[in-house]
Structures are given as structure tokens and as C-alpha cells.
């Protein structure tokens, strides 16, 4: 985006002082079309996160991210250590997803999904703004000694801080050690689980420290996705963009007066008014162009339209457009890196979904016990000893698991269990198994063998071993 000549504000960012100290951002309320489309959607995304870890799907809950155990729920699919490469695959699909729309839309993701801004923009600074007032307000409260006011407000809102970063906290634990376990710790009090507690007290101080003090520290400074944009972002990407043809026009801005043909002066229509700089959550001025800062939240788009309505101005001097589109005027464009994205992102859900579909509820590994080759028993019986693993990844028992030889004449003889056996749900059962096949069924001396296994009479899952027998043959 073309930058004003004196490009000093690169230097540094909005929310430090010459000195280098922290500066805090009062924004003013926002308010207007797009605040209000806004709230809603955070309504919906609040909404989806505080019941997420709460809704199951077949009895498996609809997200989790169980780190420790190493299981994980994507939309009610559960994926064990065993579906690694089927997780890898969602997350590629989550990242490419966002780049693309990065690319296309610049930062739309922080603008009006990521939680940092749901959670700051749409609870904690709405709380604020109810108790502490408007920017003007939290300025003056800022600025007054500790006096009985200061206290009140300032204690009552760190007080309510505090009760929704441990509601925060707790969801999130939900959401790392699941639901149920966390409604059973809840029950049986933290005394019981202290090991739990000290986790959830440290989230707690961390979600604090981010709303309460860090704020948009988090975007500018911490986030890497952020840091991403200079290499995302093109000159077609749609942006919260200041259209600074429309607002410099040929001399520049200039302050507003009534009765002014400002066109026939060749000035712009920025009335500087400082406006959108004062809504900027990030403190900054998006009349400098785009900037890293920027986490395109339309506050500016709806304050800058205020003041073009209020002085009789088109609205949308500052909106949501690409650079391309403010100089030349063009509409937006599916570009060769979009095409390419969305490829790859085809072919990578395509890819999922194959996976998924192809992936069993229960998966059978059966190995041959270490060192050992085959016997030869009575009657030209040969037998070959495996241990044998079931991983049952459904939220049901499968009961009376049996297994049998497709294509040979022989037997399975589980050792160590009864001949009909459970697989618990979510868990597995594993043990050693004697596969006895009569040596003249034998074709040589390494013969593949399909197994299939169980439950009942219902075939659930097929795996194949290498069922060895004596080198020569008659
Ligand atoms: S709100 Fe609009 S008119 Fe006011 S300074 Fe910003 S761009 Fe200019
Ligand atoms: S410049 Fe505008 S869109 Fe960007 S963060 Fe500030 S107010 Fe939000």
C-alpha cells in the first residue's frame, strides 16, 4: 500500500513510547454495521467454545486435544497414536485453509475468529467499557490518584477478569484432558486432584495476564501467525485498507469546515479527526498504510463511515479492499497462488476423507514373537507363534472377538484368554496367539496368511502374517 513520505512509524510499534515504555491503548467503543456483525458471530464462535469439549458425537467428544494421553477428537472423530498421519493431514488442512484465506482476504481469521480477539475485543473490553466508561473515561480513571473510585471500578474489574479467566481455563483443560474427567474432578473437589489443580491455576494466571495486561501484545509481538502476513499478504489480498487516493486527493487532508468546497481545493475527504485511529485497538493509524499491527477488525471502517455520514461524505474511505483495487480500481482477482492453494487443499481434504472413510473402528497388529521360527508338531502340523494387539477406537465394548484363517486349513488358539474375548471401548486387548496349519497346506517356506477377526459372526477387520514352515517340501 502507498505510505505517506515521512515513513517514521515503521520504526517502531504504536503501543511504545519514545522512551520504550509500554503505551497503553484506551480504544474508544466501537460501533456500526460491521461491530454489530461482529458481536454476533463471536456470539456464535463464545458459543461453540465454551460447549465444544461438552458435545459428544457416538459417545466420543466433538473436540479434544488430549496431549498426555496422545488422543485426540476432530469433529467427533477420534484419532489414536496409530491415526498420527491422519491428524498431521487435518492440521496441514487447517493451515493451508488459513493461508489461503490469508492470501485472499488478508487477516480476516484475527479479525473475526481467533479467540485472542473474540476473548479481548468481545468480553473483557465490553466488561470494561461497562464499568470504566467509554475511552475518555478510562483515560481520566487512569490518570486520578487511587482514590475510593479508582478502587471500586478498577477492583471489580479485575475481580471479573479473574472469575472468566478460570471459567476460560477451566474449558480449556476440557478441551486437553476431556470433559467427562474434568466433571469428575469437579466433583470430587481439587483436594482429590491437586496434580490437576495447579495446571488449572496457572492457565488461569496466564489467560489473566493476557486480558488484563498483555492484550494486544499478543497479536503484534507473540503471535507467528502475525508474523506470517508480510510473506501471505499480496497486493490483490483484501485488507482493512484507507482508500488514501479518495482521502489525501491532490493537497492532502485537511480538518473539516462547514460550507468548504473541499474538492474544488483539492483536498481529500479525511477530515482528520483521528477517529480511526482513536477505535484502533492496536493503536495504530491505518492512514499509514497496512501494518503489521493491523488485525483487521473493522472498528476504523465503522468509525471513519460515522464521520463520512455525519459531514455528508460516501461512507467506506476506509474499507475493505485490496491495494490493487484502490489504485487501479480492479476487482478482486482469483490469482495463480490462489489457484495453487486451493489445489493443494483439495486434494489434501480429498485425501482426509478418502482416510477416514477407508479407516476401521478397530485395528488388528499381529507380530511374530521375537526369535522365535515354527514347530513342528504331531500329525505334519506346523505352528507359528504371534503376539497379537486391538485397538478398539469406538466408545462401545466389541464383544466375543474371535479370529480365523482365510484361504488355509488350520487354527488360531488364543493363549492366555478364552477362546471368545471383549476389546473395552476406547482401549485394547493384546496377548499371544498359536496359529497351527497342517504343513501340506503349505506352498513354501514363508507363506503370507490372512487372519480375520470377529466379533460374533461379523467380520471386523482383516491383517495378514508371515507363517513360516520347513525350507524343502514333497
Ligand atoms: S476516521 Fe476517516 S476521516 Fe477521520 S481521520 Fe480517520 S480516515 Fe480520516
Ligand atoms: S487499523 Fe482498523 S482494522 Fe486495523 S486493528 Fe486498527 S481499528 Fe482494527
Redesign the pocket.
Known sequence: METPENESFRDSIGTLTEEGNRKWVFPKKPSGKFYDYRKWVSYVLLAFFLSAPFIKINGNQFLMFNILERRFNIFGFPFWPQDFHLFVISMLIGVIFIALFTVAFGRIFCGWICPQTIFMEMVFRRIEYAIEGDRGAQMRLDRQDWNAEKIRKRGFKWFLFLVISFVIANVFLAFLIGSDKLLVYIAEGPVAHASTLLPLLIFTGVFYFVFAWFREQVCIIACPYGRLQGVLLDNKSIVVA?DHKR?EGENG?KKFRKNEDREALGFGD????????NVCPTGIDI?NGTQLECINCTA?ID??DH??ESINLPKG??RYASEENIEKKKKFEFTPRLKGYSAVLVILTGLLIGMLMLRNDVEARVLRLPGQLYEHKENNIISNVFTYKLINKTTKDIPEINFKLRGYKGVVKVVSAEDRFIVPMQGLAEGTMFIEIDQSELKSDKNKVMIEVYSDDELIETTSVNFLGPRSYN
Open positions: 484507507y482521502g487532508r479525511c477530515i482528520d479527526c483521528f477517529q480511526c485511529v492512514r476504523c468509525e471513519c464521520i463520512m474511505l476506509i
